[in-house]
């Protein structure tokens, strides 16, 4: 079985590791109200998604 014989630098290491970066969560705008929610999901400021209430948000 074959052993590395030297062990690798810091800034090998390193530059392996530099694209192990978490993406930023993509945002879409509500139709009904313009705010910021995750795509595919009811809007959780006004419960519209669709163009129709899923969630009434009377007790708010």
Known sequence: MNTPKRRHSKARRDKRRANWKID???LSVCNNCGEHSLPHRVCPS???????????????
């Open 24 to 26: 930023s969560t993509h």
């Open 46 to 60: 006004c419960g519209y998604y669709g163009g129709r209430e899923i969630v009434p948000m009377d007790g708010r």
